[in-house]
């Protein structure tokens, strides 16, 4: 099992509709998570962190936290074409020693 | 305030040769991590450096190497390339280190090996 774990995707959404990102981890001690963004060609980009459970809005994201069940996902309201990237997501990983470890990616598409 | 910066952009070396990648974190920085990305494995850590002493490293064979220098500069070196170590290499800069709050990344280095 992936220590995070990302549908590769692609998603596709419309314009103006919301974007939902999924990710399961594999480590139950994780505390710390974070959503990263990356267009083409360029380096990720911290977008959201959350630490505990429930949600956490900024802006037009939302990320959730569920440690019960190992699941975080973002949300993305209102999405724009200038959201089309792949976004990251990455958990600190406490087995062995702490390290902070990224799942696969899901390329995001919005459609105008 | 400056971010991360990495050097060289972009790398074009020969199998067998060796290369030596360097990072300077955002200033008060004490923590450096590495990363590989391809697009068949994703982002795969290397290793992380805090205050000049390796604090992890990842699964990778020991052609990876790399270390941190007082003034939190790190260099990572990969010898006896192989074809298969062509990727983005990015750096990552924090405070405290272990990704506890985030990492920034710097615009990574390409590596290219023919």
């Known amino acids: 099992q992936k220590e995070v774990e990302q549908n590769s995707g692609p998603l596709s959404v419309p314009e103006g509709a919301i974007a939902s990102l999924n990710c399961t981890y594999s480590d139950r001690g994780s505390q710390s998570f974070f959503w990263y963004r990356q267009y083409s060609g360029k380096s990720p980009e911290l977008i959201m962190s959350?630490?505990?459970?429930g949600d956490k809005e900024d802006g037009r994201f939302t990320a959730q936290l569920n440690k019960a069940s190992q699941y975080v996902s973002l949300l993305i309201r209102d999405s724009q074409p200038s959201d089309s990237a792949t976004y990251l997501c990455?958990?600190?990983?406490?087995?062995?020693?702490?390290?902070?470890?990224f799942g696969q990616g899901t390329r995001l598409t919005i459609n105008p | 305030k400056a971010g991360v910066t990495q050097t060289p952009r972009y790398l074009i070396k020969t199998r067998g040769q060796q290369v030596t990648l360097s990072c300077s974190p955002i200033?008060?920085?004490?923590?450096v991590s590495w990363y590989q990305q391809t697009p068949g494995q994703g982002l795969q850590f290397l290793f992380e450096y805090f205050s000049e002493t390796q604090r992890n490293k990842g699964n990778f064979p020991g052609r990876f190497s790399g270390r941190q220098f007082s003034n939190s500069r790190s260099e990572m070196n990969v010898s006896t390339l192989e074809l298969g170590d062509s990727a983005l290499y990015l750096c990552?800069?924090?405070?405290?280190?272990?990704?506890?709050?985030?990492?920034?990344f710097g615009s990574g280095t390409r590596l290219t090996v023919v």
């Open positions: 200033s008060g920085h004490r923590s």
């Open positions: 990552a800069s924090s405070f405290q280190g272990q990704g506890t709050y985030g990492y920034t």
């Open positions: 990455a958990a600190v990983i406490i087995q062995g020693a702490q390290k902070l470890v």
């Open positions: 959350i630490y505990s459970n």
